[in-house]
């Protein structure tokens, strides 16, 4: 998409269409991981916390950004 937003007129309807898809799909997977990521895919996160508080603060930080984007 940010290939074919180069090539096309910045002022083009298809341009902002593009932009559009390409903030979507940003949003799909960031959504995807906080529903569906395994807790296993997770690593660092803040110290002296149990592993399970920082997958959950994870899961709602990507949650959050998938919200978020599509808003852009």
Known sequence: ??????????????????????????????????????SVGFSGGIPFLPNEYNVMFACWLFGCGALILPFK
């Open 1 to 38: 998409m940010g290939g074919a937003m180069i090539l096309i007129d910045r002022n083009a309807k298809i341009n902002g269409l593009c932009a559009t898809i390409l903030f979507m799909n940003m949003g799909a997977i960031g959504a995807w991981v906080a529903v569906l990521g395994p």
